[in-house]
């Protein structure tokens, strides 16, 4: 090194003067003040994704009122929506093509409840997607933690659910199922499906910022899921002489969410087991694609 190279960093401090109020190091005195691009500790991010729960909260409930707002029935198309989804699927695949249910003998109760259950994932899984490109304005100009926004999304679907579940319930007492205790497992299977819809929209919404083309062959994606996921016929009576294909389509995550939700609702029965296997399922995907969605953090401001 020469002469002039060595004696860069003292003449330097010379001749720019420093403010007494600034310090060599801003970020010992003004916690706050962190550098762009560097994810910082993770018991800190969730103190910020704390910090932001009016606005993970009070987002999709205004999108929500807004929502219909300039239609005929306003926002009674959160109770119609569902109702007319579970209809139609009812009157195409029940009705007009008359497959065959199975051994299912409540079958509108069959279909509605599998249509509700999978309809939330699809849903989520959806808005995930756009999430990010959608909020580019906000994500540029705002410092915020980005996981907020799936939250926020998942909170708007989590609210269009619980009413869905409400018109599920109203179909399946009009159907000649009585309620049950059982029925309180709608709690823990929320929860559980809220979970696992959240870690799989993180996963989304950072492989749809990469790849934009993601929203396009989403649907088709979800449309074979929906099929494979013995919503609108039991994998049981389906695959009874093939039990490999059985076996792999059961272990579907979806459909043990679904599976745990007909015999709550519809027969009253608790299968602790499976509860566990879709509890196991939520976890591991909501720490992963949480993980997967924040090392990624710095660069959603590129958008």
């Given at each position: 090194?020469?002469?002039?190279?060595?004696?860069?960093?003292?003449?330097?401090?010379?001749?720019?003067?420093?403010?007494?109020?600034?310090?060599?190091?801003?970020?010992?005195?003004?916690?706050?003040?962190?550098?762009?691009?560097?994810?910082?500790?993770?018991?800190?991010?969730?103190?910020?994704?704390?910090?932001?729960?009016?606005?993970?909260?009070?987002?999709?409930?205004?999108?929500?009122?807004?929502?219909?707002?300039?239609?005929?029935?306003?926002?009674?198309?959160?109770?119609?929506?569902?109702?007319?989804?579970?209809?139609?699927?009812?009157?195409?695949?029940?009705?007009?093509?008359?497959?065959?249910?199975?051994?299912?003998?409540?079958?509108?109760?069959?279909?509605?409840?599998?249509?509700?259950?999978?309809?939330?994932?699809?849903?989520?899984?959806?808005?995930?997607?756009?999430?990010?490109?959608?909020?580019?304005?906000?994500?540029?100009?705002?410092?915020?933690?980005?996981?907020?926004?799936?939250?926020?999304?998942?909170?708007?679907?989590?609210?269009?659910?619980?009413?869905?579940?409400?018109?599920?319930?109203?179909?399946?007492?009009?159907?000649?199922?009585?309620?049950?205790?059982?029925?309180?497992?709608?709690?823990?299977?929320?929860?559980?499906?809220?979970?696992?819809?959240?870690?799989?929209?993180?996963?989304?919404?950072?492989?749809?910022?990469?790849?934009?083309?993601?929203?396009?062959?989403?649907?088709?994606?979800?449309?074979i899921w929906f099929y494979v996921s013995g919503v609108l016929i039991p994998i049981e009576a389906r695959f009874v002489t093939m039990p490999s294909a059985r076996a792999v389509l059961q272990a579907n995550p979806i459909y043990v969410i679904i599976d745990v939700s007909r015999d709550a609702f519809m027969y009253g029965v608790v299968d602790t087991q499976q509860l566990f296997v879709a509890a196991a399922w939520a976890v591991g995907l909501f720490v992963g694609g949480f993980l997967y969605f924040r090392r990624a953090e710095h660069e959603y401001g590129l958008v």
């Amino acid at each position: 090194m020469s002469t002039v190279e060595a004696a860069t960093p003292e003449l330097d401090a010379e001749l720019v003067p420093r403010r007494p109020d600034i310090p060599a190091d801003p970020s010992a005195t003004w916690p706050s003040l962190r550098r762009i691009g560097v994810r910082g500790a993770l018991s800190q991010y969730l103190k910020d994704l704390w910090r932001w729960r009016n606005f993970m909260i009070t987002v999709p409930l205004n999108d929500m009122r807004a929502q219909n707002q300039d239609t005929f029935f306003g926002q009674l198309w959160h109770l119609l929506n569902p109702l007319m989804l579970a209809l139609i699927y009812y009157v195409i695949f029940g009705v007009i093509l008359g497959i065959s249910r199975g051994g299912v003998e409540n079958y509108p109760a069959f279909l509605i409840v599998g249509v509700i259950t999978f309809n939330y994932t699809r849903t989520s899984l959806r808005s995930g997607a756009r999430i990010i490109v959608r909020n580019r304005k906000l994500v540029q100009s705002v410092n915020f933690p980005r996981a907020a926004l799936p939250i926020s999304a998942l909170l708007e679907n989590i609210v269009s659910h619980v009413i869905a579940i409400g018109i599920m319930w109203l179909v399946l007492i009009a159907t000649g199922i009585s309620p049950s205790p059982a029925w309180l497992l709608v709690v823990p299977i929320l929860i559980i499906q809220s979970l696992f819809n959240l870690g799989l929209a993180m996963f989304v919404a950072r492989f749809a910022f990469h790849f934009r083309d993601t929203q396009q062959f989403l649907p088709y994606v979800l449309r074979i899921w929906f099929y494979v996921s013995g919503v609108l016929i039991p994998i049981e009576a389906r695959f009874v002489t093939m039990p490999s294909a059985r076996a792999v389509l059961q272990a579907n995550p979806i459909y043990v969410i679904i599976d745990v939700s007909r015999d709550a609702f519809m027969y009253g029965v608790v299968d602790t087991q499976q509860l566990f296997v879709a509890a196991a399922w939520a976890v591991g995907l909501f720490v992963g694609g949480f993980l997967y969605f924040r090392r990624a953090e710095h660069e959603y401001g590129l958008v």
